[in-house]
């Protein structure tokens, strides 16, 4: 199990690029981690959804997603309150301080997982969730510690050196956790150093004095990781390129899965500006692109209350495009009703008014993986659904795309609408995640702004971890680790 420090050490990225390396050896591996926060989701075969963290663990690890994977996934949609997904169904919305009695409830689930991801691999690596030396947690702990002894597995600490004080970090969660969770803690690494890792020499000697851990190596930065999905907001970058295609994306409170935006943002012939809270949307964007939202309703008044949709109304005006995806292309419409009170009060809010349909929110979640084909280009494209609500009005007679679940648009399940576009041709949403990441729809679809893809995007993503599992084999000591983990 690799531990951390803290949250953002690079524990995600350790395990997707250590799944890659032990998958080139020969072993049968497998990514888990028990409990995550993050409205970055991925799709499962199964038809449920775990941390896309953990998706692009499997990816790298070269096996299918599974909800076992990831067994409780928390979706913040509020300061204080989530939805939690078990084993990859959604079981309700929690307040933190009520998540925070129950969460032991959900041990027997977790390690019920563990067991199934275990069953004929020859290595599973499990990834921790911020930091064990959070003892105020440390009850009903299901994410760190407190999985590590009821699975009894050891652990690894990482820490990152790129925030400075990484010696302080390892040597004082030594010292604050108890004897038998030290014991548990067999070695511990140094993450994304930048320069001449030999200066830190000294450093590793301090650590390994002070906790009679083992050192298993320190890691350099790895410039590529900005090409991997990230797993939080947090990791949110605007684009490389700078292109004369200017999208605007505003980054509304409750964004979710935001790697819809990953190939956009490493496209040559894209700009891609984030716009944050309280800042005007561009006057000279091509294109403005609503992100899904976990709070649709919430993050609607949130975009009202920066002025967006103002600037949105105009940019239409001036002739500009606009795309919504999933709650994006909610917002999108004339209104939202949440009649059960699903994300809050129940009640109708009137959308932007840009797209002629309604939706209505229900508790039945759509979780599937679909292919399909852009009706306007007759491209093809792959990606998911993971959303609640169910969208009609006049200008879905006007499709965006003709969709069926699974692979190939020979499914079993025949091909149906998704999505609409405006009588102008200006306004468009769809339901798909992902879309963008299939290169030959995404080259179409950036030739109507007169812009050329020239990005392999699906084909960098393995080769970055490729990349990523040689940087860990020529820093780490890759036999110790498979030996505390008993192989």
Known sequence: ?????????????????????????????????????????????????????????????????????????????????????????????????????????????????????????????????????????????????????????????????????????????????????????????????RGDVSLFDGGVREIAARTGWRPLGVVPWFADAHRLPAEDALGLEEGEGDGSVKIAVPVIS??????????????????????????????????????????TVGDLAFLRAQGWDIDIAAHVRRGGQVIGICGGYQMLGRTIADPDGIEGTPGTVAGLGLLDVDTVLTPDKQLVEVSGRHLASGEGFSGYEIHIGRTQGADCARPFASVAAGEGMSSADAPHPDGAVSASGLVMGTYVHGLFASDAFRAAFLARFGAASRLAYEGGIDATLGRLAAHLEASLDIDAILEIAGR
Do not use: W
């Open 1 to 193: 199990m690799i531990q951390g420090t803290g949250s953002n050490v690079g524990k995600s990225l350790i395990v997707a690029g250590l799944c890659r390396l032990f998958a080139d050896r020969g072993l049968k591996v497998r990514p888990f981690k028990p409990q995550n926060m993050s409205n970055n989701a991925a799709v499962t075969a199964d038809g449920g959804e775990i941390g896309r963290a953990q998706g692009l663990q499997a990816i790298a690890a070269r096996v299918p997603l599974s909800v076992h994977m990831n067994p409780v996934l928390l979706k913040p949609e509020t300061d204080v309150g989530a939805q939690v997904i078990v084993q990859g169904k959604r079981a309700g919305t929690m307040r933190a301080r009520e998540y925070g009695s129950r969460k032991a409830e959900l041990l027997p689930k977790v390690l019920e997982s563990f067991a199934r991801i275990s069953d004929g691999a020859d290595l599973v690596l499990v990834e921790g969730a911020g930091s064990p030396a959070e003892i105020n947690l440390r009850a009903g702990d299901i994410a760190n510690m407190g999985f590590a002894e009821a699975a009894d597995i050891p652990v690894a600490l990482c820490g990152d050196i790129d925030r400075g004080g990484v010696i302080a970090s390892l040597v004082g969660t030594h010292t604050i956790l108890p004897e038998d969770e030290r014991a548990r803690i067999k070695a511990f690494l140094v993450n994304r150093f």
């Open 254 to 295: 409750r964004i979710a899965n935001f790697d819809d935006l990953d190939p956009l943002r490493l496209e040559p012939g894209v700009t891609l500006e984030l716009v944050g809270p309280g800042e005007p949307l561009p006057g000279d964007a091509d294109l403005v692109l609503l992100p899904g939202s976990k709070s």
